[in-house]
Nanobody, 121 residues
């Protein structure tokens, strides 16, 4: 059974930081993994992606504030989020088996259950 399990969400004030983790129980190393988010009443949008070589891709809205990383030996992906803004409030999802570029929900095959991030002003 392939699983992706996110953790690390929570409530912070604007300007604060959080680190999300995603542990993958794969028997193989997915080429690309990514973080998506879905705000209230909004579609799911790609936030950042990373491949097995460490190449990364970020949405313009998070560039310079978020950092994606990956520990292949632990099958774990991280998202460090600094200078959080109220508009970052969303459910954050870990995804795997998709492309590094062109982050779109329909292009990813594996999904976690999500972890909630709430940023208050």
């Amino acid at each position: 059974q392939v699983q992706l399990v996110e953790s690390g969400g929570g409530s912070v004030q604007a300007g604060g930081s959080l680190r999300l983790s995603c542990v993958a129980s794969f028997s193989y190393n997915p080429y690309a993994m990514a973080w998506f988010r879905q705000g209230q009443g909004k579609g799911r949008e790609g936030v950042a992606g990373i491949d097995t070589e460490g190449n990364t891709n970020y949405a313009d809205s998070v560039k310079g504030r978020f950092t994606i990383s990956r520990d292949n030996s632990k099958n774990t992906m991280y998202l460090r989020m600094n200078n959080l803004k109220p508009e970052d409030t969303a459910m954050y999802y870990c995804a795997a088996d998709g492309p590094l570029y062109g982050l779109a929900e329909y292009r990813y095959k594996r999904w976690g259950q999500g972890t909630q991030v709430t940023v208050s002003s």
